[in-house]
């Protein structure tokens, strides 16, 4: 009988690998991309199996170079034994595509692009190429499950590890949820160790780890010994746009120097000569805007945000350069995000450092425990919540220094509570020296903050929230 999905952590891959009856071994006994004994010959009999497969790489340590990618095509649950491997490629391609499986798990295997990559040279494909692509099946129930144990991706122009449960695929979009629809599917990751570096620079929006989840099904991810860093857009982004919850459960994941494809200091040329104005009953329409450079190296990198008035016009507007976030959490619909973040260090990144958002009905859980978020270019951590829920937060031994933005901010906008806990914890020299927590209650609920043996040395700022300082 084969094992419930959730037996199928990396913990238990053993079994996969020692209980013949319950799975196919395949061999792959060169490093040629195609051919006898290749791995996209076992990737093609696993597909066409209707057991689960185990694929072994018989030699260590060697590289497969693949001009246009490998390919997984079936419903099958995949277990590929990569031995030291580096699936590699001197194009713009996708290294490893999996399409439908209901289980995928990768242990010990290097995805390597040909890196470069940046603003001024983006990459060639029609889709930028990612380092793994798991596309959930339309019609996938249960529990869809991404095991990676000793994997690193690095030096490809778009998404580094991309889990789509999204019709819409690569214009599912993000932020609030984006568009399309997806399968009733849950999608599980289990992570460890698992290293992301010098991805998503050929192209705008893409992240070292994406998750996009359209249907009513949550995403849950678990993680030990992470790194994304030199990301060009997110270092990790959940995006789960419908019913559903986001939970979460590292422990030492460290996200650094991640979000600068739209490098301000490139796109500041580009900008209009006035990127922000105010009009007073001028007729003026969005059209007749200053608009940037034609020759910007990439549109997308701008934001327009306008006020208008009764009449269509526009009262004021600002243009921004949109860089990205550390951990960037988006939960649309009714559900919660329930995170759980222990040792971990958030340095460096061009936007936030963790920022999560909560748009629904459902509330924003979440345990900051070890944590240091020193030096990001905006907030260390930023928790929003937009609809009817609350906003917990307990923060143990945390540190927030340098940061841009302010150190820890909450807000609460709708009806429900905003309840903070500070313990052991200590900011100092963020906003300019002026601000390093910010709680404030918006809506009908209550707010209170607790400051328990911390030290705030640039302040605590509330609004509808009781402050009490032990």
């Not at 129930?141 to 122009?157: F, H, P, Q, Y």
């Not at 973040?341 to 909560?358: A, R, T, V």
């Given at each position: 009988m084969t094992p419930p999905l959730n037996l199928l952590s990396s913990a238990a891959l053993a079994l996969c690998l020692t209980a013949p009856a319950l799975a196919e071994t395949l061999m792959v006994t060169n490093f040629y991309p195609t051919g006898p004994g290749s791995l996209q010959e076992a990737l093609d009999a696993a597909a066409a199996s209707d057991a689960r497969t185990?694929?072994?790489?018989?030699?260590?340590?060697?590289?497969?170079?693949?001009?246009?990618?490998?390919?997984?095509?079936?419903?099958?649950?995949?277990?590929?034994?990569?031995?030291?491997?580096?699936?590699?490629?001197?194009?713009?391609?996708?290294?490893l595509s999996a399409i439908g499986p209901q289980v995928l798990a990768i242990i010990a295997t290097r995805f390597t692009g040909p890196g470069g990559f940046s603003l001024a040279n983006q990459g060639t494909g029609e889709t930028p190429g990612k380092g793994v692509f798991l596309d959930v099946a339309e019609d996938a129930e249960g529990v869809v499950s991404l095991v990676l144990t000793n994997v690193a991706v690095s030096g490809v122009a778009g998404h580094g590890i991309h889990v789509s449960d999204c019709t819409l695929a690569d214009d599912c979009g993000s932020g609030d949820g984006g568009a399309g629809e997806g399968s009733a599917a849950s999608?599980?990751?289990?992570?460890?160790?698992?290293?992301?570096?010098?991805?998503?620079?050929?192209?705008?929006?893409?992240?070292?780890?994406?998750?996009?989840?359209?249907?009513?099904?949550?995403?849950?991810?678990?993680?030990?010994?992470?790194?994304?860093?030199?990301?060009?857009?997110?270092?990790?982004?959940?995006?789960?746009?419908q019913a559903g919850d986001v939970i979460v459960d590292l422990i030492r994941a460290n996200f650094i120097e991640n979000g600068s494809y739209c490098d301000p200091a490139v796109l500041a040329l580009f900008l209009p000569a006035l990127p922000e104005g105010e009009f007073e009953d001028s007729g003026v329409i969005i059209a007749d805007l200053p608009q940037p450079a034609e020759d910007t190296p990439d549109m997308d990198c701008f934001e327009l945000e306008v006020e208008t008035i009764e009449d269509g016009s526009v009262e004021e507007y600002e243009y921004s350069i949109d860089v990205d976030d550390g951990f960037d959490i988006d939960e649309a619909g009714p559900g919660s995000i329930i995170a759980t973040l222990s040792i971990g260090q958030m340095l460096g990144n061009f936007d936030e450092g963790y920022d999560f958002d909560e748009h629904g009905p459902g509330d924003i859980d979440v345990v900051f425990t070890g944590i240091i978020g020193n030096g990001n270019i905006d907030d260390a951590i930023k928790l929003s919540e937009e609809g009817p829920g609350s906003v917990y937060v307990t923060a143990t031994a945390v540190e927030a220094s340098s940061n841009g933005g302010v150190g820890i901010v909450a807000e609460e906008d709708d009806a429900g509570d905003l309840m903070m806990t500070l313990i052991s914890s200590a900011t100092a020299g963020n906003d300019g020296g002026d601000l390093g927590v910010e709680a404030v209650q918006d809506g009908h609920g209550e707010g209170n903050v607790y400051v328990v043996d911390s030290e705030m040395a640039d302040g605590i700022e509330t609004d509808g929230v009781t402050l009490d300082v032990d």
């Amino acid at each position: 009988m084969t094992p419930p999905l959730n037996l199928l952590s990396s913990a238990a891959l053993a079994l996969c690998l020692t209980a013949p009856a319950l799975a196919e071994t395949l061999m792959v006994t060169n490093f040629y991309p195609t051919g006898p004994g290749s791995l996209q010959e076992a990737l093609d009999a696993a597909a066409a199996s209707d057991a689960r497969t185990v694929i072994y790489i018989t030699q260590a340590d060697g590289t497969i170079t693949t001009e246009v990618g490998l390919r997984y095509e079936g419903r099958s649950p995949l277990v590929i034994m990569g031995n030291g491997v580096t699936i590699a490629s001197d194009n713009d391609v996708t290294l490893l595509s999996a399409i439908g499986p209901q289980v995928l798990a990768i242990i010990a295997t290097r995805f390597t692009g040909p890196g470069g990559f940046s603003l001024a040279n983006q990459g060639t494909g029609e889709t930028p190429g990612k380092g793994v692509f798991l596309d959930v099946a339309e019609d996938a129930e249960g529990v869809v499950s991404l095991v990676l144990t000793n994997v690193a991706v690095s030096g490809v122009a778009g998404h580094g590890i991309h889990v789509s449960d999204c019709t819409l695929a690569d214009d599912c979009g993000s932020g609030d949820g984006g568009a399309g629809e997806g399968s009733a599917a849950s999608i599980q990751l289990e992570l460890n160790r698992v290293h992301i570096s010098d991805v998503g620079q050929g192209s705008f929006d893409a992240d070292g780890l994406r998750v996009d989840e359209r249907g009513p099904g949550s995403i849950d991810l678990t993680g030990v010994n992470l790194v994304a860093t030199g990301v060009g857009a997110d270092g990790f982004e959940l995006d789960e746009g419908q019913a559903g919850d986001v939970i979460v459960d590292l422990i030492r994941a460290n996200f650094i120097e991640n979000g600068s494809y739209c490098d301000p200091a490139v796109l500041a040329l580009f900008l209009p000569a006035l990127p922000e104005g105010e009009f007073e009953d001028s007729g003026v329409i969005i059209a007749d805007l200053p608009q940037p450079a034609e020759d910007t190296p990439d549109m997308d990198c701008f934001e327009l945000e306008v006020e208008t008035i009764e009449d269509g016009s526009v009262e004021e507007y600002e243009y921004s350069i949109d860089v990205d976030d550390g951990f960037d959490i988006d939960e649309a619909g009714p559900g919660s995000i329930i995170a759980t973040l222990s040792i971990g260090q958030m340095l460096g990144n061009f936007d936030e450092g963790y920022d999560f958002d909560e748009h629904g009905p459902g509330d924003i859980d979440v345990v900051f425990t070890g944590i240091i978020g020193n030096g990001n270019i905006d907030d260390a951590i930023k928790l929003s919540e937009e609809g009817p829920g609350s906003v917990y937060v307990t923060a143990t031994a945390v540190e927030a220094s340098s940061n841009g933005g302010v150190g820890i901010v909450a807000e609460e906008d709708d009806a429900g509570d905003l309840m903070m806990t500070l313990i052991s914890s200590a900011t100092a020299g963020n906003d300019g020296g002026d601000l390093g927590v910010e709680a404030v209650q918006d809506g009908h609920g209550e707010g209170n903050v607790y400051v328990v043996d911390s030290e705030m040395a640039d302040g605590i700022e509330t609004d509808g929230v009781t402050l009490d300082v032990d």
